[in-house]
């Protein structure tokens, strides 16, 4: 049966009784006005060290974070300011050269050809009647000898094309003896060599009228290229841009340049 160890905590055993618990137990007591008095400093500090955690640090986090998020947000409108005006391409097989080889690096300004239809601007307003179309370029339209790259034609690879730029809207394209004529004229292609065109199936009387808003663009390589002579004209709207710059391999680094030159 229980035993009554006659051990009251907090206070002596009773002469004569059995003896308290082990002296490891813990002894419970009330604390003292004086104890509480010396305790109060101590738990002030405490309060004191949580509560003296520096503001300035707290803003500073705050700060650090809040300018890696304005340094991503740049960075993203940044790239996506450059993507809408300039694109990189990688040129991929043999059909321009000598001007541009297989595996030759270029940044293709998408902006250059930029247009829009005035008479669809205009056309909301009363009392005005329009008909037909009013392109218009602010910067300008495709040049005899632009290196241009486009949408592929359809049904045909899904990788865009790159072509230099031979006839514009409106203009009869011919080619027989060896060269292009274009509106009956010579054209002088300098950038050639001694390469000669042909129009495989087609009579040397044979000739094109480029439709309006078309262009009729060629391969340097004549003998290796899948142009204008087997897909037709090709639409201003299926252009993507200019090849503007050649940066790889640094021996090509340079501008592109359009030849001077008109029949």
Not at 39 to 48: S, T
Not at 106 to 112: F, H, T
Request: net charge negative.
């Amino acid at each position: 049966m229980p035993v009554d160890d006659g051990f009251q905590y907090g206070q002596r055993p009773v002469p004569g009784t059995p003896a308290g618990p082990p002296d490891n137990l813990a002894r419970l007591r009330p604390i003292t006005q004086q104890e509480t008095d010396q305790l109060a400093p101590i738990i002030a500090d405490a309060d004191d060290a949580e509560a003296d955690v520096p503001p300035q640090s707290k803003e500073k986090s705050s700060s650090v974070l809040w300018e890696i998020t304005e340094t991503l947000v740049l960075a993203l409108v940044i790239f996506l300011v450059v993507r809408s005006f300039v694109l990189n391409f990688r040129v991929e097989g043999l059909s321009m050269e000598p001007s541009l080889d297989s595996g030759q690096m270029l940044l293709v300004n998408r902006q250059i050809y930029f247009h829009f239809d005035l008479n669809e601007v205009l056309n909301p307003l009363p009392f005005v009647e329009r008909d037909g179309q009013h392109i218009v370029y602010p910067l300008h339209p495709p040049q005899r000898g632009d290196i241009v790259v486009f949408h592929p034609p359809v049904g045909r690879a899904e990788k865009p094309y790159i072509k230099r730029v031979i006839g514009m809207s409106g203009e009869h394209i011919a080619i027989h003896d060896g060269s292009v004529f274009v509106n009956g004229e010579l054209l002088d292609e300098p950038y050639l060599g001694a390469t000669t065109t042909s129009w495989p199936g087609r009579p040397p009387d044979y000739e094109i009228v480029v439709p309006e808003g078309h262009i009729f663009v060629l391969g340097d390589n004549r003998n290796n290229s899948t142009d204008s002579r087997s897909f037709g004209p090709v639409s201003v709207d299926e252009i993507i841009g200019k090849a503007w710059i050649s940066y790889w391999p640094s021996a090509h680094l340079g501008i592109l340049q359009t030849p001077d030159y008109a029949p």
